[in-house]
């Protein structure tokens, strides 16, 4: 049995009144925590990064689980979102899609699936991307 769970999605031109609205990534995260059976482990960090680099400004999110962590950065330039869940609890990958599609309405998503073991390291066979 691995490790732990790690889904990484990279979203393409999102709703901009979503990605820049610290209480809406809130209960983004709220319903993400809720609808995939985690626990969240504390308040989400929500913090506005990189304003003198136009590129790269954004919010990042943090968010603690009891199983692991939930992180994202949205880039309010392009309107693009760059998140990643990892959990030793296993979690339901096509749930995180439906909940990013509600809050977020990407027009494109890519994704990489990750078994981690560092026991037995991963290997190119274990990523899956999408």
């Not at 769970?5 to 209480?23: E, F, G, K, Y």
């Not at 954004?58 to 880039?75: C, D, K, M, P, R």
Request: with cysteine.
């Amino acid at each position: 049995m691995a490790w732990g769970q790690h889904l990484i999605l990279d979203m393409a031109d999102c709703n901009r009144s979503a990605i820049t609205d610290a209480d809406k990534i809130r209960c983004f995260s709220a319903d993400l925590v809720e609808k995939i059976g985690m626990i969240a482990f504390g308040e989400p960090v929500i913090e506005h990064f990189a304003t003198d680099t136009p590129e790269a400004a954004g919010y990042s999110l943090v968010q603690l689980i009891e199983t692991s962590n939930i992180t994202a950065h949205f880039a309010e330039l392009t309107g693009d979102v760059y998140l990643d869940v990892f959990s030793c609890k296993p979690f339901d990958e096509g749930t995180v899609l439906d909940v990013c599609e509600l809050h977020f309405q990407p027009r494109h998503t890519s994704r990489v699936s990750l078994q981690r073991d560092a026991r037995k390291g991963t290997k190119t066979g274990d990523l899956v991307a999408a």
